[in-house]
């Protein structure tokens, strides 16, 4: 987490030991568009989440497309429309104000980057709050399995495959997967420890020969960073959180609002609990 | 499992062996109107499923009611608007024909019992599948745990409780459970087995003293029939899928479709996958 603790110490609005600070104080602190980086290594033991803004006459559609993509697509929180508490997410979380930074998107393109969205939030908003890979990886270093990106300070490689999303709606393309190199004996054992946590992308989706799941170039990601493998090491493959917002993306909504990459909500419920 | 077998000799319809036949075989003889019973006991290792039928204008709402209150409704499915086809949980799965008896609902009430819905399904109609206990009860009984709502050939015993359900919308209520008797040993045996099926109500929601989630009197359940306690057995609680069932009734919708009780839907997904 070395990467983490240099971010922390450039901004000297968080407290000294984000990961033992609990979501409430963070998120007040986000409330005031002071922070607008990165959430890793934050309260350690508690759900992070990916976000997705949409207008409602898509949440049905979106909501279907979840269900029958949920290792991509883990909904761990649904606003009601317009509502934009997500009480069933932990107590007084404004998804207007409560991630340090947003992404908007206009008919599919990035538009902006800002600290909040009071002035975009409508009353036909629905908010969903996907899973995010940050409680599962905390779980693996907990069980003693080393993950090579954060050893490096890298962001992890993620790749498109060729594996088709079920559809729904405008909703479709394909599965996007994350990827940590590790010895076979950890793999079995991640495989393990992942299948506990179903809302945050659960056992992997492959591991091995990468050309089985349409990936041509291990070494070319097409999001984050290359990695590199130790003698031995086989690549482990797990569903990743940008399959929904590539979708999104391609379902051409005149108006979405998601997290920016790294910045997430973060919120009261454990992931032991969720 | 000496009831359903009864039943089986009854009809001679169904093949001699309705466990292990296979669930496309079961729905094409549904198809035909020809049996309305039960579908306890068919398909061993198959998913059932309990239906729920509803205009699409209520459909967001409910679906975030079932997000929202996993353990007592949990999706494994859900059409397209006025796609009958279920196309994520087998092939060639017509909900409006495959399940061997429909409830239609009125305004709350219950208005007639058939063996499909050809004349009532539309373009608007959205199809629910919620996971049901039965394949549960299938893990329970193969890891040693008795169930003596079935030894004694009864329905087992249902409760209303004070646990209220998150509302969604008009979807709102309180959680109901079903309850089975067995020794502490066993219940500890229960939990570990259950938990691994979240998509069929997962782990007790309670055990042992009734009074604690607002049960007056174990021997008078609101659903299903009284149940027997042996020496130092506990009641075991878990989230009964009577719960999405009630909270619809209550909502007030124009027209709902439900399965009738007992008689569900057999998917091409077996219990381990979902």
Redesign the interface.
Known sequence: MALMESEELDNDLLPYDIGKTSPDILRDIFRTDAYQGTTAGMSDGYTQGNLAVMP?SY??DF??FC??NPKSCP?V??S??GNPLMF?LGQNIDIRTDIPSYNVYRDGSLDCTIPNIRDLWNTDS?AFVIGCSFSFEEALLQGGVPLRHQELGRIVPMYETNINN?K??PFGGSMVVSMRPMSVADSIRASAITARF?HTHGMPVHIGAPEEIGIKDISQPDWGEPTEFCDNEVPVFWACGVTPQNAIREAGIPLVVTHTPGSMLITDCRSSEV
């Open positions: 409602e949440a049905l909501s279907r269900q029958r909904i929180g649904v009601d429309t069933t629905v079920i729904s709606g179903p």
